[in-house]
């Protein structure tokens, strides 16, 4: 019998119920944090696969946290293998009615000490609260996880932004932003599918997607570039089929070489699809790129996902491009996410 003290151990992945139990936690804190919808959590079989599949580019580890019997605390520990070695990724989740008993505490300093024991010098974590606790999350009263991460000594490096589009956006809207943008892109060629990335396409795909971390905007979080990986990028694609997932791109291509790409994502048992990244390379921007992409993809997946309701979106606060094409399209945002490291 432990009592009130929180008994930390390392969950077995393949223990149905108990990922299960663990899962019901993380999700349930996200969900008190910021809402039910609006909480964008993994369902239990996509977090299956999660955890269940290996990668080549993360060593993932799940504690678990116990109060006698019951799981109340959730723990996460991810640290990359391919790139950004210093660094670990470190997530700290208490059921809402254990909150404030020093589990958080508890859990958190057993996530930093198997990511210290490993090498890792820079911790990086996340924290979600209500639009309306403001960029720093101090506002109308301030939200728990902003004051928890300060007082173990993260700080709050990069702001970001929830956006949720209402599908399917007009068709007129649509053609007169595509109008807007097409002047300014007609040397390059807009390509758009659905699944996998094409092998021609593949090399400069992973080379752009890997410079992502470091292009869209980082505030004051160190980091590196992410290796361009092939082979990552198939493993994720395996992976999002595994999760019952489908992908929706479009491309920019100038010389059958990538130059700006957007990606949506949508599960078969979901009708709200998630926006992931968007990017211009750096030498192509200027273009209007970006816009002319993220509309030819809300085409595609009009046309091939009539079930959609939602798209949802995560922008830097500070990403004002980025933010006024969501803006043009419709986007509104709903709640929001702190991006903080710590030096060990």
């Not at 209402?166 to 659905?194: I, N, Q, T």
């Not at 009009?302 to 079930?307: G, H, I, L, M, V």
Request: aromatic share 6%; with cysteine; proline share 3%.
């Amino acid at each position: 019998m432990t009592g009130s003290r929180l008994d930390v151990r390392v969950l077995d992945v393949f223990d149905d119920d108990l990922l299960a139990r663990w899962h019901a936690v993380y999700a349930g804190a996200r969900e008190d944090a910021v809402g039910v919808e609006e909480a964008q959590v993994f369902d239990l079989p996509e977090t299956t696969v999660q955890w269940r599949e290996p990668t080549s580019d993360r060593a993932r580890t799940a504690l678990v946290g116990f109060v006698d019997d019951e799981v109340v605390a959730a723990g996460v520990v991810s640290l990359p293998l391919l790139d950004n070695l210093s660094a670990g990724y470190v997530e700290v989740a208490v059921a809402p009615a254990h909150q404030r008993r020093g589990h958080g505490s508890t859990m958190l300093a057993a996530c930093e000490e198997r990511a210290t024991r490993a090498g890792r010098t820079i911790l990086d974590s996340e924290g979600w609260w209500r639009y309306e606790h403001g960029t720093s999350g101090l506002d109308a009263g301030g939200a728990a996880c902003v004051r928890f991460a300060e007082r173990h000594g993260y700080r709050l490096g990069l702001s970001d932004v929830q956006r949720w589009l209402d599908v399917p956006v007009d068709d007129a809207l649509l053609d007169r932003l595509a109008a807007s943008a097409a002047p300014h892109h007609e040397a390059y060629e807009l390509r758009s599918w659905v699944g996998p990335v094409a092998d021609d396409l593949a090399p400069s795909w992973a080379e752009l997607d890997g410079s992502l971390m470091t292009e869209a905007p980082v505030g004051d979080i160190e980091r590196e570039a992410m290796a361009a990986d092939v082979a990552r990028m198939r493993e994720e694609e395996a992976s999002i089929a595994k999760q019952d997932r489908w992908t929706y791109h479009s491309v920019a291509l100038a010389d059958g070489v990538v130059v700006a790409y957007t990606l949506i994502v949508q599960g078969n048992r979901s009708r709200t699809a998630y926006q992931w990244g968007t990017l211009v390379h750096r030498d192509h921007r200027g273009h209007r790129l970006g816009l002319a992409l993220k509309v030819a993809n809300q085409r595609l997946l009009q046309r091939e996902r009539p079930d959609a309701t939602r798209v949802a979106t995560w922008n830097a606060e500070v990403n004002d491009h980025m933010i006024a094409v969501n803006d043009a399209l419709g986007y509104r945002p709903v709640s929001r996410m702190g991006e903080f490291q710590k030096r060990v």
